[in-house]
């Protein structure tokens, strides 16, 4: 395929990264891998910018940036992988850093007892991809980013029972060239940040202290995210309003009453869904870790490919897609690190497992024509693995049941909003979740928050009991930047959609009283 495909209209591929040696340095490397015996060869020219700002009470504690450049080769010699890099740019750098892939193919074939076979997929002749941002965090003067954290502090900081604020953002601006020896040649530039304001209110007395954080989630959008309005024109968070109720919620919080431990209906919030869906779901239905990849370090999966097509999941309400493509996901791309094309898949559909997240070798191993996608590195020093792609569930297809309409059908039990702490087994099927808030639900209304909350279940169990979901108007983008995997470890962002929820009988704990206290 010969095409030029911008995602974003109202951007472009930074000039300086163009500018690099691109494909001087494919030709040579790839020119080299062929003639050293690869099979397959593929260069990556990447480049990851990153800046953090932490603020504490208005203070600035850390200001940091980096810049990570270099260049990786893989290739595939008798049906075995290779992988070198470099951190500096130039043709000698580039036969060089290829033969060294070879030579690292060679000392692993002994080793090696599965042949590399990829997934054929067409060749992408001269792409370009952008993700969809209004205004480079970047070109923004850091003064300027720490002025409005500032002013975003000072606005908790002001009220009534607020001791301390923190406020950070991290922003990430990720370039990436590839090109391999079938012709693709693929330029990608994605931008993503993560903005976190959180009061704290202090009982020095009780020698306790109760937190509160705003629900906003990382997201792949430009600075417009922080000086927006919610769903406005330029796609930003409505800061004034969560800023403005938070004291509130957090006053609340402080005096709720403890949760009564037992079996309750719940209205999950997709602020808190979709941590669940990330770890119950997005893990399991990674087919690396479901044939054991990941058994050494991260875990297997309970949902195995034997199961595929008939494991019940979940009720029949619940569909579950994989999705490369979403607008502003942080998972989203033009093109992975294997050179496929980003996608959109069914993973759960009518509560049944039907797919799998996977990569260009791990496709022909479940009998798949191509792969889906879901191969990316997180430097230019580490071999591309299989992450996951934007797992989400979808809204109900017919009616956009509102989340008041959900908890109107609850007589006793809990709505759950925003996420904070988790623990899942290794196998992804035993879990417990947290939140940051829990207003209790009597007789189809809330009734005041309560606390020391926690919900625990089996994954299968926990999604069979889901009765209901949101219509589209309750459908939520969420997500991480700091999805771990492998050996060495690699880092990824994530997002994860989803509608409100109402799962029925699900086991509540009391926290404090689980911990003794």
Known sequence: MSAVTTNSPQ??????????????????????????????????VHRIRSQSLRLRDGTVQSSVEGVELGVAVRVVVD?????????????????????????????????????????????????TWVSEYAVDPFDVPTPHKIALLSEFSSRLSASDGVDHVTASVLQVKEQTFYADMAGSTLT??????????????????????????????????????LVGTENGPEGGWDWDDELARIPGWLAEKVKAPPVVAGPMDLVIDPTNLWLTIHESIGHATEYDRAIGYEAAYAGTSFATPDQLGTLQYGTPVMHVTADRTEPHGLSSIGWDDDGVAAQKWDLVRDGVLVGYQLDRVFAPRLGL????????????????????????LQPDPVTDTTTEDLISRVENGLYVVGDKSW?????????????????????????????DVAYQATTTDFWGSMEAVGGPSTWRLGGAFNCGKAQPGQVAAVSHGCPAALFRGVNVLNTRTEAGA
Not at 86 to 106: K, S
Not at 369 to 392: E, F, K, L, T
């Open 369 to 392: 024509p191509r792969s889906n996608g879901c191969a990316y590195a997180d430097s230019p020093h580490h071999v591309p693995i299989q992450r996951m792609a934007n797992v989400s």
């Open 11 to 44: 951007r472009s591929v930074d000039a300086d990264f163009l500018a690099l040696p691109l494909r001087v340095l494919a030709e040579a490397a790839l020119t080299a891998a062929r003639a050293a015996g690869a099979t397959h060869a593929d260069l990556r």
């Open 188 to 225: 990608q530039q994605r931008v993503r940040l993560h903005p976190q304001i959180e009061a704290t209110a202090v009982d020095s007395a009780a020698g306790t202290f109760e937190s509160m954080r705003t629900l906003a989630p990382p997201v792949g959008r430009g600075w417009e995210y």
């Open 423 to 451: 623990s899942i087994d290794m196998q992804r099927y035993n879990f417990q979740f947290t939140g940051q808030r829990f207003f209790k639900i009597e007789n189809g209304a809330l009734a005041g928050q309560v606390r």
């Open 79 to 127: 049906g075995t992988w290779g992988f070198a890099s470099h951190a500096e740019l130039g043709v000698d750098v580039a036969i060089e850093t290829a033969h060294r892939a070879v030579q690292v193919a060679h000392a692993l074939r002994l080793l090696n007892r599965e042949q590399v076979v990829l997934a054929p997929e067409p060749v992408y002749d001269d792409v």
